[in-house]
């Protein structure tokens, strides 16, 4: 079956640090985004991909960055890890159907400490 | 500006009744598109429903029933004939035309008492 995956499902974190979260899903969708999700805010968007090579800046994207250098994958990096960067991390991601419904990964339990 | 705003932070429904869930949407795109996720405690994010702007008929599945009041803005959720497995939060999202991201609301919490 297809399906979407994120490793890790927890980290804990220096501040400074770089991180990176994976993201791949064999659904053969050209869509894929990145949320955090924080009490109180509901899913943020992070960065999306709409295909390979393709990548965009969401609502929130300071201090965070993805390549897309094929259709499976979308690496989350977070270039310098800060304490306001611990959050619950979500990959997503979407087919051309009509409903253009995302289909999300696990989460990623990211803590910066 | 926010796009989709969920009022109720939390909410508690006995055992099979039924519970509506609010969300507004702000757009000026005349063909979008709303979504309902539900997230259990386990943490994973569950599609249960979607109405498009141009459909005909309020959209349902099973126990789940978008009341999609287009002059108003509003998409609100009924589930009827709530089970405790219902215990979860509910977000809104909307997706406009020609766009494949969405803009979730804060989220409602909805908590089924025995």
């Known amino acids: 079956d297809a399906e979407i995956t994120q490793s890790p499902r927890h980290k804990i974190t220096e501040t400074g640090r770089q991180v990176t979260l994976a993201c791949h899903q064999t659904w053969n969708h050209n869509n894929m985004f990145w949320y955090r999700q924080d009490l109180g805010h509901g899913l943020r968007l992070i960065h999306y991909?709409?295909?390979?090579?393709?990548?965009n800046k969401g609502e929130v994207s300071d201090g965070y960055s993805v390549s897309r250098s094929n259709t499976e994958d979308l690496p989350l990096t977070l270039e310098s890890a800060a304490s306001s960067q611990t959050s619950v991390y979500f990959c997503?991601?979407?087919?051309?159907?009509?409903?253009?419904?995302?289909?999300f990964g696990p989460g990623t339990r990211l803590t910066v400490t | 500006a926010q796009k989709i705003t969920q009022t109720q932070p939390g909410m508690f429904v006995q055992e099979k009744e039924a519970v509506t869930l609010d969300c507004t949407y702000d757009?000026?795109?005349?063909?979008?598109?709303l979504f309902w996720y539900k997230q259990p405690s386990s943490g994973e994010m569950i599609f249960l429903i979607y109405?498009?702007?141009?459909?005909?008929q309020n959209a349902t599945e099973g126990r789940y029933s978008l009341n999609f009041q287009k002059a108003r803005k509003s998409a609100n959720l009924v589930i009827s004939a709530s089970q405790l497995g219902d215990s979860a939060m509910y977000f809104c999202a909307m997706r406009e035309f020609n766009d494949y991201k969405l803009s979730f609301g804060a989220g409602t919490t909805v908590t089924v008492r025995a």
């Open positions: 757009t000026s795109d005349p063909s979008y598109g």
């Open positions: 997503a991601s979407s087919d051309s159907s009509r409903t253009y419904e995302q289909y």
């Open positions: 109405q498009g702007s141009y459909d005909q």
């Open positions: 991909s709409y295909g390979v090579h393709d990548t």
